[in-house]
């Protein structure tokens, strides 16, 4: 099992050391302010160098605030495909990708994040795999959402491969929570109990990341787009202790 070692990034937040682990906060405010809290261990590469790769299993432990939380929070494995950096001042060049996650991830109800009839919100188990070169594939998309955005996220599902599932969880008290993510497939378990088993495993190579933010984005199946800032009347949190990673035999997945 290893330790990983983790960048600290807080806006509008806190990320704090505990006992065995972290405690990553945001204030409370308005929707008008971006406010996140979050670990990774990414953040000074290229996506082409992330460190992870199949086949491993990352186990920690977590809670949080409260149940309804408005904007994301999670824990898991994804390459980054919305952060953008041109590569000045010594950062590395990162463009905006498809989506290769799996990971734990809680949505609020203003959220819609699945191109296919998979939940979109809610406290979800979840893998996505996008093809290694979509560029072609991408364009084709982007252009058919000028003309109708419905026909552009079905045309997105079709691209991107996911499964996920939702979970029926006290959130905001301590659970075990694993993945195995292997060459043709991811499992998922809470508590020891398995949650999912899906056949979709992400392309590598992926970065580790716990994150909290209020933050939402929606494309539904109507083909309404939204994105944005939520308020949150209260602080809220997200504590994670026990995180490790650790190599294993290539599983084999039903």
Known sequence: MKDPVFAEKARGGTVTHTPGGYKLAISAGDDKQYRLAQLDDYAQFARGAFPHRPALRLSLQARVS???????????????PFGACLGFGGNPLRLPALPNAIWFFHASPQNHLSFCDNPGNGFLAQAFRAPARPLARLALAGLTFLFSRKVARNLLGRIVAEDGVRLDVDMTAWHDYQLEWGPEGSAFRVDGRLVLESRV?????????????????????????????????????????GVGVARMPAPTFR
Not at 69 to 80: A, H, I, M, S, V
Not at 208 to 226: H, R, S
């Open 201 to 241: 495993a992400p392309h590598a190579p992926l970065g580790l990341v716990a994150w909290i933010d209020n933050q939402y984005a929606a494309f539904t199946p109507e083909g309404k787009l939204g994105f944005g800032l939520l308020k949150n009347a209260e602080p809220a949190w997200l504590e994670v202790r």
């Open 66 to 80: 409260s149940e309804d939380l408005p904007g994301t929070w999670g824990f898991g494995l994804w390459n980054d």
